[in-house]
């Protein structure tokens, strides 16, 4: 997952619809059976070997013994979810003095693969990330995301890391474990079919429509030429007029979401001393991947393989082999509507959204 694009964070709310399909199917479709092939114990060795952490170093010797001195990292989960390909992320808030990590994969059945990944603090921070209906969630100066790859020697299965933290004066904490199930595509039959966005519920009062506009309210002051000073609440809008997204049952994927923005013009705002916007641009996003879900958590994943993006007539595409995670979230579905809701907290304060499709 070179590429971070957060479609939904991990932390997510369950959000109830009591809506019926036409074809008679009602109430929770969220509850299906397991996946007997995500509980196999895979070998913690041949994981170790399936594994490439971006900005980090595999060594082949024992990891170093941890001291204490150093606070362990505190981690949302002790265990969490995997994908093909794709891997998983590792996230924290470090302290100040944070250097580095060092992570050792092991089975399960408590068996220790050999050696030890060194990933340092320079290739492992990330600023701010951006969801897929495009807010910008602003992180903590000193959040860590450590980015796991797998091979194709990593299949759907269960294995569990150990990860200490380290400092600049050689200090390393005391390891934390968890365990994570790699997921099988697809997973959950009542998923397959063809879905549209309708709306979205911010903080449980504004409704916004598809093909309503959306702006932000980050608020800010501008010294304008002629040196006095405006305050404006807003420097960007968007609507969303279409998002259509069809599950398959082989557990591939395909979206395409049709929408504009206009964006605050900094320098016509200053000569003007006014807020002024730029002109409004077209943007055409078309994403493939795969699918999965995740029936204890009834966690939805969509990990994206190949998109092609039409910003305003600018076209780009591509492919990434090792997949780009643009939606992960706890969900509530029935034979014709399915909900998800992020909740996130920035500088304080936590904003929650609901997300609603139908068939």
């Known amino acids: 997952?070179?590429?971070i694009i957060l479609f939904f964070a991990a932390a997510m709310l369950l959000t109830a619809i009591g809506c019926s399909s036409d074809d008679g199917e009602t109430g929770d479709l969220t509850s299906v059976?397991?996946?007997?092939?995500?509980?196999?114990?895979l070998d913690a060795a041949t994981v170790s070997e399936g594994v490439s952490i971006l900005g980090g170093q595999k060594i082949a010797t024992g990891a170093p013994t941890p001291n204490g001195e150093i606070a362990a990292p505190t981690l949302a989960t002790t265990e969490q979810s995997a994908f093909l390909a794709s891997g998983f992320e590792i996230e924290f808030d470090a302290p100040a003095n944070y250097a580095g990590s060092y992570i050792q994969f092991k089975s399960t059945d408590g068996t220790i693969a050999p050696g030890y990944f060194d990933i340092p603090a320079i290739g492992s921070n990330f600023p701010s990330k951006n969801n897929f209906l495009g807010k910008a969630i602003k992180m903590n100066e000193n959040?860590?995301?450590?980015d796991v790859n797998f091979n194709e020697k990593v299949t759907p299965g269960t294995f569990c890391y150990l990860i200490c933290i380290y400092d600049e004066a050689g200090n390393i904490s005391l390891p934390v474990e968890v365990c994570v199930e790699v997921e099988a595509w697809g997973g959950n039959a009542n998923l397959?079919?063809?879905?549209s966005y309708i709306k979205q519920i911010e903080n449980g009062e504004t409704t916004i429509l598809a093909g309503e506009e959306e702006c932000d309210e980050y608020e800010r002051t501008i010294t304008c030429t002629n040196e006095e000073t405006i305050v404006i609440n807003k420097d960007y809008c968007d609507i969303i007029d279409s998002l259509v997204i069809t599950f398959n049952e082989d557990g591939t994927y395909e979206y395409t979401s049709i929408g504009s923005y206009t964006s605050l013009d900094y320098t016509a705002t200053q000569e003007a001393c006014a807020p002024v916007?730029?002109?409004?641009?077209?943007?055409?996003d078309i994403s493939k991947g795969n699918w999965a879900y995740d029936e204890e958590e009834k966690r939805l994943t969509l990990v994206e393989f190949s998109y092609k993006d039409d910003n305003g007539g600018e076209i780009s595409e591509g492919t990434n082999e090792d997949g780009d995670l643009v939606f992960e979230g706890a969900i509530t579905l029935t034979g014709s509507e399915f909900t998800i809701v992020e909740s996130y907290t920035e500088l304080g304060i936590t904003e929650t959204y609901q997300y609603f499709f139908s068939k």
């Open 33 to 41: 059976g397991s996946n007997p092939v995500e509980d196999t114990v």
């Open 192 to 195: 397959t079919g063809v879905w």
């Open 277 to 284: 916007f730029g002109a409004e641009r077209k943007e055409t």
């Open 1 to 3: 997952m070179k590429k």
């Open 143 to 146: 959040y860590v995301d450590i």
